[in-house]
């Protein structure tokens, strides 16, 4: 069992940043494959980035070369670094785990097994 926690989510300024963290407890975390999932009222939740147990990253097309997924094993916390935020990127912002995902996969939200309970992201013009 893995426990989520998001946190840094907040009202921003179109063209600011943000940085999110997403903190687990209960397992060997660095084996676990890592995405960012977002969501508003009535869509579906969005892939948005993932980072596996073996260092590589993934990004949506929409927020490559603005988002960077990183982790730090030491504190069992991935985070999320988004710049150049724009008001498309409101959302809520969930954390995502699995140790046994496929590569095939990672960008489908329902391949996940934990979750986070999100963190929200506005952005304002």
């Known amino acids: 069992q893995v426990q989520l926690v998001e946190s840094g989510g907040g009202l921003v300024q179109a063209g600011g940043s943000l940085r999110l963290s997403c903190a687990a407890s209960?397992?060997?975390?660095?084996?676990?494959?890592v995405g960012w999932f977002r969501q508003v009222p009535g869509r579906e939740r969005e892939f948005v980035a993932a980072?596996?147990?073996?260092?590589?990253?993934y990004y949506a097309d929409s927020v490559k070369d603005r988002f960077t997924i990183s982790r730090n094993n030491a504190k069992d916390t991935v985070y999320l670094q988004l710049n150049s935020l724009k008001t498309d990127d409101t959302a809520v912002y969930y954390c995502a785990a699995d140790s046994g995902i496929i590569l095939s996969s990672i960008r489908d939200h329902t391949k996940y097994d934990y979750w986070g309970q999100g963190t929200q992201v506005t952005v304002s013009s």
């Open positions: 980072l596996r147990y073996n260092g590589y990253t």
């Open positions: 209960g397992r060997t975390f660095s084996r676990y494959t």
